[in-house]
């Protein structure tokens, strides 16, 4: 038998967190300026994704993808309503609870993957286990597992201005499931890769997220990218609108 991905935790709270939904939107709003000079992005916003959900996030330029995306990964606060991560209110916690959160629950990919220049694809994924205070002997054994479960083994020891895009995207897959997260936020994470290339990183995203049942929200513009996950969610007008399954 392989061994596993990730090291099982026992703890009560965590096992209750499974049950809860991975994140959690109630009448979220985001407004910006004061007075009679506002601007709402949306409004209302509410919504769930169960654990091991995959769920595309879409709408125009301007519609507030990248706002949805901060509030929901605690990088700012929503204008009124609440976000709950695996049942927990986040919205009146202090910065300090809030790093936590961000640390242990949640992974983030961005369209670009911000890997640090200095050290090889292994380091980088060691990195963030290490802040989360594991062990190093831990920490770069996931490592190997990580990179292996993306494809890039023969590729740990070479820094990211060695790797091609889609190589550099996979490492920092593998950086934002470093430290187990509940929930994967996503930023148009393919954007910049050719469409064979992002094809292929893509679906190693969704199937690492399925397998090991972590939630991620994915923002695109690429409905081609939206057909294949659960459920997509469009920012529309200012509204969340559960869009369901999109069919191909």
């Given at each position: 038998?392989?061994?596993?991905?990730?090291?099982?935790q026992?703890?009560e709270?965590?096992?209750?967190?499974?049950?809860?939904?991975a994140?959690?939107?109630?009448d979220?709003?985001r407004?910006?300026?004061?007075?009679?000079?506002?601007?709402?992005?949306?409004?209302?916003a509410?919504?769930?994704?169960?654990?091991?959900?995959?769920?595309?996030l879409v709408?125009p330029?301007?519609s507030?993808?990248?706002?949805?995306?901060?509030?929901?990964?605690?990088?700012?606060?929503?204008?009124?309503g609440?976000v709950?991560?695996?049942?927990r209110?986040?919205?009146?916690?202090?910065?300090?609870?809030r790093?936590?959160?961000r640390?242990?629950d949640l992974?983030?990919?961005?369209?670009?993957?911000?890997?640090?220049p200095?050290?090889?694809?292994?380091?980088?994924?060691?990195?963030?286990?290490?802040?989360?205070?594991?062990k190093?002997?831990?920490?770069?054994?996931l490592?190997?597992?990580?990179?292996?479960?993306?494809g890039l083994s023969?590729?740990?020891?070479?820094r990211?201005?060695?790797?091609?895009?889609?190589?550099?995207?996979?490492?920092a897959?593998?950086?934002?499931?470093?430290?187990?997260p509940?929930?994967?936020?996503?930023?148009?994470?393919?954007g910049?890769?050719?469409?064979?290339?992002?094809?292929?990183?893509?679906?190693?995203?969704?199937?690492?997220?399925?397998?090991?049942?972590?939630?991620?929200?994915?923002?695109?513009?690429?409905?081609?990218?939206?057909?294949?996950?659960d459920?997509?969610?469009?920012?529309?007008?200012?509204?969340?609108?559960?869009a369901?399954?999109?069919?191909?």
């Amino acid at each position: 038998m392989s061994e596993p991905l990730y090291q099982t935790q026992s703890s009560e709270p965590r096992a209750r967190a499974q049950s809860a939904p991975a994140l959690a939107l109630k009448d979220v709003s985001r407004v910006f300026g004061s007075g009679s000079e506002t601007l709402e992005i949306f409004r209302g916003a509410t919504g769930q994704i169960m654990p091991g959900e995959v769920v595309a996030l879409v709408g125009p330029s301007g519609s507030g993808k990248s706002s949805l995306l901060h509030i929901c990964g605690l990088l700012e606060p929503p204008s009124s309503g609440a976000v709950f991560i695996s049942g927990r209110d986040c919205s009146r916690l202090d910065d300090a609870e809030r790093t936590r959160i961000r640390r242990e629950d949640l992974g983030f990919v961005y369209q670009f993957h911000h890997l640090l220049p200095e050290f090889n694809a292994l380091e980088n994924v060691v990195m963030p286990q290490l802040i989360g205070g594991k062990k190093p002997r831990e920490s770069e054994a996931l490592a190997k597992r990580l990179l292996q479960m993306v494809g890039l083994s023969q590729r740990a020891t070479h820094r990211p201005a060695k790797l091609s895009g889609g190589e550099q995207q996979r490492v920092a897959i593998a950086r934002a499931l470093a430290n187990q997260p509940r929930l994967l936020l996503a930023d148009e994470p393919t954007g910049n890769l050719d469409p064979k290339t992002a094809d292929m990183v893509f679906s190693v995203l969704v199937e690492l997220c399925r397998a090991r049942g972590v939630a991620a929200l994915i923002a695109t513009h690429n409905l081609q990218m939206a057909v294949k996950m659960d459920r997509t969610w469009l920012l529309h007008d200012g509204k969340l609108i559960d869009a369901g399954k999109i069919k191909a």
